[in-house]
């Protein structure tokens, strides 16, 4: 008896898939023309496409365990929360709608774009309910797990496609804007400007935000590579290669990137650079014959065994000048071919900021004054872009992810 209840179960389940993969593909003819108001479009040049007719194919189920420990009752509230959530999206993708009382008119304005966000236009939840789900629920804490948590989602629909996260990866920091008269805004003599900054990792071929470190504008930046690169390691990615400004590559930074997450930095060298002799051969061994009484001591292993070990011990500038040494003669070996690709990759860095400034108004659009509202805005838009190239991969787009100028 129980064997056929599971049954009708499993079929019921097959023949819910089937329901919910036709009502994707529908596909209704208006006026002689087909609008796409049921199935996914990729906004292009030639196809603009509205916001929130994107959005609506954003699958939300893997936020599903942020937002269970956000509302107790989630299972029977979920077709309520992931409409706050695509419109929390949408916020940042559109310039005009920062504050929250626009947000609100527009949903109860607009019966479109509330639906494709997965609202009911006759039955909105109140603005206190989203003012409080936005302003007071999402806080850095919740903000964090959810870019992290989406990041892997990311990853798990690009191994779909036989695509890998994190291959070839660039980081450095951008500066937050404060708003003008801003009383804990700090200067920075580096940039002429008032503000903070934030650390940013991201992949260059999918232009996909990796991972993130909000900072003062005074802070040094070359401390976020381990943060990084370890809360990458807690959903499984593995970076390759990182290409990094002169802040970043310390003797520290080199060896733990190299040794404890297997990852490369590619990096101009600097003027006042000289050869360190720490990182000779025979110094290494020297220092490593030091330890011969530690239980993880061997005779006569290889040289990576030897780098390891002294790293694992906390000797860092042997093991960072090791590579360091060696990273410099080869780019000196190959130096037009080394300048030319780190000139080509920080030029990538640098159209990308500009264009997350000028399409989401990283810095511009800063709600309110003050170092908390600035960083929550700015991971926001981390989030938003990054939502953009989940809905074309959960829709069988793997080209330009990111891309947010054809949004309308």
């Not at 629909?157 to 009383?183: F, M, N, S, V, W």
């Not at 903070?196 to 993130?212: E, G, M, P, Q, S």
């Not at 807690?234 to 970043?248: A, L, Q």
């Not at 600097?270 to 990182?279: A, I, L, T, Y």
């Amino acid at each position: 008896m129980n064997h056929r209840r599971d049954e009708n179960i499993a079929y019921w389940d097959v023949d819910k898939q089937i329901k919910k993969y036709r009502k994707k593909q529908e596909v209704f003819l208006i006026d002689g023309n087909f609008e796409n108001k049921h199935c996914f479009v990729d906004p292009t040049e030639e196809t603009p496409v509205e916001t929130s007719r994107v959005l609506k194919f954003l699958d939300l189920e893997w936020a599903d365990p942020i937002l269970k420990q956000l509302f107790p009752r989630f299972n029977w509230i979920k077709h309520r929360l992931y409409p706050r959530v695509r419109l929390v999206i949408i916020m940042k993708l559109r310039k005009d709608l920062q504050k929250v009382a626009e947000l609100y008119r527009v949903i109860q304005s607009n019966e479109e774009m509330a639906r494709n966000l997965g609202f009911d236009p006759h039955a909105l939840p109140g603005y206190e309910t989203i003012r409080h789900f936005i302003n007071d629920l999402l806080d850095d804490e919740v903000l964090d797990h959810l870019f992290y948590v989406q990041v892997g989602e990311i990853k798990c629909q690009l191994d779909r496609y036989g695509e890998t996260l994190g291959e070839k990866t660039l980081e450095d920091a951008t500066i937050i804007t404060a708003k003008r008269d801003d009383p804990e805004a700090v200067y920075s003599g580096y940039y002429e400007d008032w503000g903070w900054k934030k650390d940013l990792l991201f992949d260059t071929k999918h232009k996909v935000f990796l991972a993130y470190q909000n900072l003062g504008v005074t802070e040094d930046e070359g401390k976020a590579l381990s943060c990084n690169l370890e809360k990458l390691r807690e959903i499984s990615i593995n970076v390759d290669e990182i290409t990094v400004d002169g802040k970043y590559p310390t003797y520290k930074n080199i060896a733990i990137a190299k040794h404890g997450y297997d990852t490369n930095l590619f990096y101009r060298p600097q003027k006042d650079w000289v050869h360190n002799s720490k990182g000779n051969i025979g110094e290494i061994n020297k220092r490593y014959q030091k330890y011969w009484k530690h239980n993880d001591f061997r005779v006569n292993p290889d040289i990576h065994y030897k780098l390891g070990f002294l790293c694992r011990r906390g000797d860092y500038e042997w093991v960072g000048a090791y590579h360091r040494n060696l990273h410099v003669q080869i780019y000196n070996r190959r130096l037009k071919h080394c300048r030319r690709r780190y000139r080509n990759e920080r030029n990538k860095n640098e159209s990308f900021n500009n264009y997350l400034k000028q399409h989401l108004g990283f810095e511009t659009s800063l709600p309110q004054k003050g170092r908390k509202h600035a960083f929550k805005h700015t991971t926001l838009c981390l989030i938003a872009i990054n939502a953009v190239a989940l809905t074309r991969l959960q829709n069988g787009e793997t080209e330009h992810l990111t891309s947010v100028a054809y949004l309308t």
